[in-house]
């Protein structure tokens, strides 16, 4: 009968051991997948700054080549910058709020 409780009880340390190792294997994996998650989140958002960017950027050539251009380039370059400085004006109004 000892000899029974004994095995059991050297099974179940057993059991516990490789539950323990696997437990901290997969806290390690974890780990490495946060950080390899923070780090993409990082490069989505340069990414997205990046967009931004050239967005801003094409936005201003087209408006600067607009401007040099025809009469009715001129007239939607002006109607651009309009509609940009209502924007700015609405932010501000919503800013003193």
Do not use: P
């Not at 997969?26 to 990082?42: S, T």
């Not at 490069?43 to 990046?50: D, G, I, Q, R, T």
């Not at 960017?53 to 109607?79: H, I, M, P, V």
């Amino acid at each position: 009968m000892d000899n029974q409780y004994s095995k059991l009880i050297s099974d179940f340390e057993s059991n516990l051991r490789n539950l323990i190792e696997k437990y901290k294997i997969l806290k390690a994996e974890n780990i490495d997948l946060k950080a390899n998650l923070e780090r993409k989140n990082e490069e989505l958002m340069l990414a997205h700054k990046e967009i931004l960017d050239w967005r801003n950027n094409y936005s201003n050539l087209e408006t600067a080549a607009s401007l040099s251009g025809s009469l009715d380039e001129k007239e939607k370059a002006k109607q651009h910058i309009n509609k940009i400085v209502r924007e700015i004006d609405k932010c501000l109004t919503l800013l003193n709020e």
